[in-house]
């Protein structure tokens, strides 16, 4: 699933790009895939203005609970590569 840039928030702090939305957002759609083949690393698809990147899962943030509050996903190497807009960005996927 290729994700839409407008399904996104997006705020710019300190020279960062972070693009936000909620899971719930997506109506129980699996919006993630397996990166490589040989490993378990999830990611993402998003259409930016201008090209598809994909970001991959850099950390899950939990509460004392134990329960997820939100990924963060950053570009993927290929992307980070070959998409130099795509740097100094990152998607929060917050699970609501």
Known sequence: MVIPYSAFSVTKEDGKITFAAELSEFNGKEIFHRVYDDACDQGI???GKNSLVEYVVCNEQHDNDGDLQYYR???SPKSYKTIPGCRNTEVILFND
Do not use: A, N, R, T
């Open 45 to 47: 698809y998003f259409m």
């Open 73 to 75: 996903l950053v570009p």
